[in-house]
């Protein structure tokens, strides 16, 4: 279970998120929708103990942000938006090293594993630094996924995609929905009625509707691109 309780975040004066809370069980694909500067990046960063919260708390499969980040951090697979990686790295290298660092037994079955899943064998040949970007993006998903975590945390996962690439990817993502928890944000709406089973929408740090997407059409009586229209135009 992933829980966000009541969380606040301040930047001196301006508050990114504005007491925040709800709850996500494995099993579930949920979209975290909102236009930019709605705190999404924020909440992200903050249950991947990335930043502190201001107020409230998190929980990650029982263990709190706050008082147990490290053990958070083992059950959390995270594609941040600007995705970092070792450019100078072979693809399998970087994988070995990012394996290495979770201290997997099975390293190498597990590079290969994510090799194939996100589709890189074509490219294996190329330092990253020489990859194109939706390459680079799923270079990214495989170190996010490489120890099997419990919860992944995706922040425009499929930027930079080409279409064949986007489908790809979101296959990859709607399998690992079938037994984690997902959180992805997105400002596409065709990728959350593609791949989400729920939406939460943020606005100026809060929560303005959460639901299944069926729930929150029949609600709205419109479809989701102009409920978030409606909820996100101030």
Do not use: W
Not at 27 to 41: D, F, H, M, R, T
Not at 164 to 181: D, F, H, T
């Amino acid at each position: 279970m992933l829980e966000i309780k009541n969380i606040t975040r301040n930047y001196g004066q301006q508050k990114a998120l504005d007491d925040v809370s709800f709850s996500v069980k494995p099993g579930e694909i949920v979209g975290l929708l909102g236009p930019n500067g709605a705190g999404k990046s924020t909440l992200m960063k903050i249950v991947t103990c990335f930043i502190p919260p201001t107020a409230g708390d998190a929980t990650v499969c029982g263990h709190s942000i706050l008082d147990d980040p490290r053990e958070v951090c083992r059950h959390i697979g995270y594609l941040p938006e600007q995705n970092p990686l070792y450019t100078d790295m072979f693809i399998p290298e970087f994988l070995k090293f990012v394996a290495d660092v979770h201290k997997l037994g099975n390293s190498r079955q597990r590079v290969d594993e994510m090799i194939e899943l996100v589709g890189l064998t074509p490219e294996l040949g190329k330092k990253i630094g020489a990859l194109s970007k939706g390459y680079r993006q799923r270079v990214g998903l495989a170190q996010a996924l490489i120890h099997d975590p419990e919860v992944l945390i995706l922040d425009e996962p499929t930027t930079g995609l080409d279409p064949n690439q986007l489908e790809e990817i979101r296959k990859v993502v709607r399998n690992a929905g079938k037994s984690k928890i997902v959180l992805l944000s997105t400002h596409i709406m065709q990728e959350v009625e593609a791949v989400c089973s729920r939406a939460i929408i943020i606005n100026h740090g809060r929560i303005v509707a959460d639901g299944s997407l069926d729930s929150l059409k029949k609600s709205g009586g419109d479809t989701l691109e102009h409920i978030f229209q409606k909820l996100t135009k101030n």
